[in-house]
């Protein structure tokens, strides 16, 4: 199995631990830093048929129709060229084999307070439009060669968010690749745009908590 921009290797680790003495999994991210961290998050879950490559998921050097299984886990939005990666992707699979991945829907929390109050200033953050519904998933995957085996949307999260917390997450979030654009900007923009986005999340809190509702699409594709 190949985990896509397996970041701290959240879902890597999950597979290797069903997987066990049974199959091998490889989690492949382009930066170090998390892959330092999902390398001790094996070493601590003393799992030893996983690995950690570092390496761009848009390009990945595996040898075509190697794999059974792929996942890419709330990053297929990031890649530049989702088409393209997605043919990539389904050359690395053997026949029979499949994919899946997850891609944020609308309404996104509070990445899309923040993506529309830096709209308004002129930055455009907009990402993933091209993914964000279960139709849209569906001609991504045929389009790639693929067919699909199941698409659902689904709601990860209607808990409300404490005001405090997702002003935190906002200034946490900023050193993400998809808000680039944000940190990117003038002070002066910068600031206008948190001071947008602390207003409508203010606007829209009832009792100090912040409506947070997290959709995502959910999409398995199989190779024929
Ligand atoms: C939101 S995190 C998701 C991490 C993990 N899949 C999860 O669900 O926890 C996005 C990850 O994608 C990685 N990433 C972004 N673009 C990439 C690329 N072109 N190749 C490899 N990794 C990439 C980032 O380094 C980051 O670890």
Redesign the pocket.
């Given at each position: 199995m190949l985990d896509l921009?397996?970041?701290?290797g959240?879902?890597a680790l999950q597979v290797a631990k069903i997987l066990g003495s049974s199959g091998r999994v490889i989690g492949?991210?382009?930066?170090a830093g998390?892959l330092a961290a999902a390398r001790r998050n094996a070493e601590a879950a003393e799992l030893s048929n996983v690995q950690f490559e570092l390496g761009?998921?848009?390009k990945p050097s595996f040898d075509a129709i190697s794999f059974d299984r792929l996942f890419c886990?709330?990053?297929l939005v990031?890649?530049s060229n989702i088409p393209s990666a997605l043919r990539c992707w389904r050359d690395l699979l053997k026949p029979g084999g499949t994919i899946a991945f997850d891609t944020p829907s609308k309404p996104f929390g509070f990445s899309q307070r923040a993506s529309d109050a830096a709209l308004r200033h002129g930055v455009d953050l907009r990402y993933g439009e091209v993914a964000d519904t279960p139709g849209k998933c569906r001609a991504l995957v045929e389009q790639a060669g693929l067919e699909v085996v199941n698409i659902r949307r689904e709601v990860a999260s209607v808990a409300p968010i404490a005001l405090d917390q997702m002003i935190e997450m906002y200034d946490e979030r900023l050193d993400h690749?998809a808000w680039r654009g944000i940190k990117e900007s003038g002070a002066g923009i910068r600031a206008a745009i948190r001071a947008d986005y602390i207003r409508s999340a203010s606007g829209d809190a009832i009792d100090g908590a912040v409506p947070n509702e997290i959709a995502l699409c959910l999409t398995i594709a199989q190779k024929r």
């Amino acid at each position: 199995m190949l985990d896509l921009a397996t970041g701290t290797g959240l879902v890597a680790l999950q597979v290797a631990k069903i997987l066990g003495s049974s199959g091998r999994v490889i989690g492949l991210d382009n930066s170090a830093g998390m892959l330092a961290a999902a390398r001790r998050n094996a070493e601590a879950a003393e799992l030893s048929n996983v690995q950690f490559e570092l390496g761009d998921a848009e390009k990945p050097s595996f040898d075509a129709i190697s794999f059974d299984r792929l996942f890419c886990a709330s990053a297929l939005v990031l890649m530049s060229n989702i088409p393209s990666a997605l043919r990539c992707w389904r050359d690395l699979l053997k026949p029979g084999g499949t994919i899946a991945f997850d891609t944020p829907s609308k309404p996104f929390g509070f990445s899309q307070r923040a993506s529309d109050a830096a709209l308004r200033h002129g930055v455009d953050l907009r990402y993933g439009e091209v993914a964000d519904t279960p139709g849209k998933c569906r001609a991504l995957v045929e389009q790639a060669g693929l067919e699909v085996v199941n698409i659902r949307r689904e709601v990860a999260s209607v808990a409300p968010i404490a005001l405090d917390q997702m002003i935190e997450m906002y200034d946490e979030r900023l050193d993400h690749p998809a808000w680039r654009g944000i940190k990117e900007s003038g002070a002066g923009i910068r600031a206008a745009i948190r001071a947008d986005y602390i207003r409508s999340a203010s606007g829209d809190a009832i009792d100090g908590a912040v409506p947070n509702e997290i959709a995502l699409c959910l999409t398995i594709a199989q190779k024929r």
